[in-house]
């Protein structure tokens, strides 16, 4: 008997060594944001059929991940002033527990700009590439438990006021428990390789931690935080700018603006796809290093 337990747990000891380690699974990356920029979404306008068939996607994904609905629901509605009249949005929330209540929020607004003049503007870099970025890390840290609980929220109506993200920041309890809010919005087009981590001026304790992570080809560069930046200041240009103004600090990377920015052109074909999964893996490296430094 004594023999056999012991084979036992030999065998659980060499099960738990040899399980695999999570991967970021890129091909379903680019998968996912091609559909979110397809024409058949016609652009996400909050509101519209379009938007309307991206949610059913979110909603789907969540679900095949196995993410926790946020708060009971995946839906987080609200409501927002537009040229004069009330419009409807909807955020999808979902979530990954870790071994602590305190949370690391992740968003990515998965709205754009919808149809124009009879041209669909897809958003392929803005912002399905950080809404399919979003759902990419989502799925590897359903293999990995965090220490931190991850929430990670699909923004809408980012375009026109960051009124998705001012809605869950004004009706979320859970804010006090939020140590820190990571942005992903138009993290995959640059011929440079280059990719922003904005915050740290702010933050300055953030920098090491980011410095020391591994980046592979991508460039990661720091600034457009500091007030003399002027317009190149980021610090509220997008949904991280409304946690912030609830004190609660960020780091948002993204890319600077190109000649598809708010273009007809931001397609899925522009996209450099292999600086977008590289993208992405800092991302997630990052992710994995701010949740051990604010675990000590």
Same mark, same amino acid.
């Given at each position: /008997? ?6 036992? $747990? #030999? &065998? ?23 559909? $979110? ?19 059913? *996607? ?6 095949? !991940?196995?993410?926790?609905? *946020?708060?009971?629901?995946?839906? %987080?509605?609200?409501? *927002? ?8 949005? !909807?955020?999808? !929330? ?14 990515? =607004?998965?709205?754009?700009?919808? !149809? ?9 870099? +803005? ?7 979003? $759902?990419? /890390?989502?799925?590897? *840290? ?7 609980? &991850? ?16 809605? &869950?920041?004004?009706?979320?309890? #859970? ?10 919005? /138009? ?14 001026? %702010?933050?300055?304790? #953030? ?7 591994? @980046? ?5 560069? #720091?600034? =457009? ?14 949904? %991280? ?15 600077? +603006?190109?000649? %598809?920015?708010?273009? =007809? @052109? ?29 675990? +000590?």
């Amino acid at each position: /008997m004594k023999s056999a337990f012991y084979s036992l $747990l #030999f &065998l659980l000891f060499v099960t738990a060594c040899s399980a695999p380690e999570p991967e970021l699974a890129t091909d379903q990356l680019i998968s996912d944001i091609e559909y $979110l920029s397809s024409d058949e979404l016609e652009g996400r306008y909050v509101g519209s059929e379009g938007s309307a068939k991206a949610q059913a *996607f979110l909603l789907k994904r969540y679900e095949e !991940i196995g993410a926790e609905p *946020f708060q009971g629901s995946y839906n %987080h509605f609200f409501s *927002f002033e537009r040229r004069g009249g009330e419009m409807e949005g !909807i955020n999808i !929330i979902g979530k990954i527990r870790g071994e602590s209540e305190e949370v690391i929020l992740i968003v990515a =607004h998965y709205d754009h700009l919808g !149809i124009r003049d009879s041209l669909i503007y897809n958003g392929a870099d +803005d912002n399905a590439s950080g809404t399919a970025g979003l $759902l990419a /890390m989502m799925d590897y *840290f359903s293999q990995a438990q965090p220490t931190h609980t &991850l929430v990670f929220a699909a923004l809408d109506a980012e375009e026109g006021g960051l009124n998705g993200a001012v809605a &869950l920041a004004d009706d979320s309890g #859970f804010l006090e428990n939020v140590q820190l809010v990571i942005n992903m919005d /138009m993290i995959s087009q640059n011929q440079e390789n280059e990719l922003y981590a904005v915050g740290t001026y %702010h933050f300055p304790q #953030f920098k090491p931690v980011l410095e020391g992570i591994e @980046t592979g080809e991508i460039n990661l560069l #720091f600034g =457009h935080d500091r007030p003399e930046d002027g317009n190149q200041d980021w610090t509220y240009a997008s949904d %991280h700018g409304a946690f912030f103004r609830k004190g609660i600090p960020f780091i948002y990377f993204g890319v600077e +603006d190109h000649a %598809h920015y708010h273009q =007809h @052109t931001d397609e899925f074909e522009t996209i450099p796809q292999e600086f977008y999964k590289n993208s992405v893996r800092v991302i997630l490296n990052a992710t994995l290093a701010m949740d051990e430094y604010l675990s +000590d």
